[in-house]
């Protein structure tokens, strides 16, 4: 299957930085990008989707400000998490669907970025 | 009312048991349906997709029951590397937009 790759893996920061998360796809392009969180024994939660070209779609309760994101090529999506709190600690995780894969509705997960705010 | 729901165990079984899980939605308008394998502190992976007709992959089989609003799936001869948490999956349609269960944990000992 397609590749989809996260950097960093895993990030301790001050409260206050902001913290800025990498996706990409390494074998497909990739137009449209999803990032979810994920908080301890609660179920993956959708954020936004992340459009090539264009401005990102946020979920309902979801702060745009808080949460940049950019997806300025095919291949790579970034979540800028500004002015993290505490509460922003979580898991991040982005997908991607591949257009052109056999199973056209199946999404693809990166490893996950484990963001703890201090 | 939750969007997808799931009972969250722990599923305690022995090697070689069979054990089934089950995971109800709420909007009839939903389209596809998949089952994801997430491991402790890592990514969901796909395990399969689930169409009307059913499906079989080897030792899982994912059924739909589109009018009570009902998927299952059934793990035969479990395997102690099945041990992980199974998530239930609903795509709304129109897009690409999936809506996660909260899982349900699987251990399977010796």
């Known amino acids: 299957g397609a590749v989809v790759s996260q950097h960093p893996s895993r990030v301790i920061c001050k409260s206050g930085t902001s913290v800025k998360i990498e996706c990409r796809s390494l074998?497909?392009?990739?137009?449209?990008m999803f990032w979810y969180r994920q908080f301890p024994k609660k179920s993956l939660m959708l954020m936004a989707t992340?459009?090539?070209?264009?401005?990102?779609?946020?979920e309902q309760g979801v702060e745009k400000d808080k949460f940049l994101i950019n997806h300025a090529s095919l291949t790579l999506s970034t979540l800028t998490v500004t002015s993290a709190h505490p509460e922003d600690s979580s898991f991040y995780i982005c997908?991607?669907?591949?257009?052109?894969?056999?199973?056209?509705?199946?999404?693809?997960f990166g490893p996950g970025t484990r963001l703890t705010v201090l | 009312r939750k969007e997808v729901e799931q009972d969250p165990g722990p599923f305690n079984v022995p090697e070689g048991a069979t054990v089934a899980f089950n995971c109800t939605y709420s909007n009839s308008a939903s389209q596809s349906f998949f089952w994801y394998r997430q491991d402790c502190r890592k990514e969901p992976k796909l395990l399969m997709s689930v169409y009307s007709s059913g499906n079989e992959d080897g030792r899982f089989t994912a059924q739909l029951n589109r009018a009570s609003q009902y998927i299952s799936l059934l793990i035969r001869d479990s395997k102690l590397s099945d041990s992980a948490t199974y998530l239930c999956?609903?795509?709304?349609?129109?897009?690409?937009?999936?809506?996660f269960g909260t899982g349900t944990q699987l251990k399977v000992e010796l």
């Open positions: 992340s459009n090539e070209g264009s401005k990102a779609t946020y």
């Open positions: 999956v609903v795509n709304k349609g129109g897009g690409n937009k999936l809506t």
């Open positions: 997908s991607a669907r591949d257009h052109s894969g056999i199973d056209y509705n199946e999404q693809f």
């Open positions: 074998d497909f392009q990739a137009t449209t």
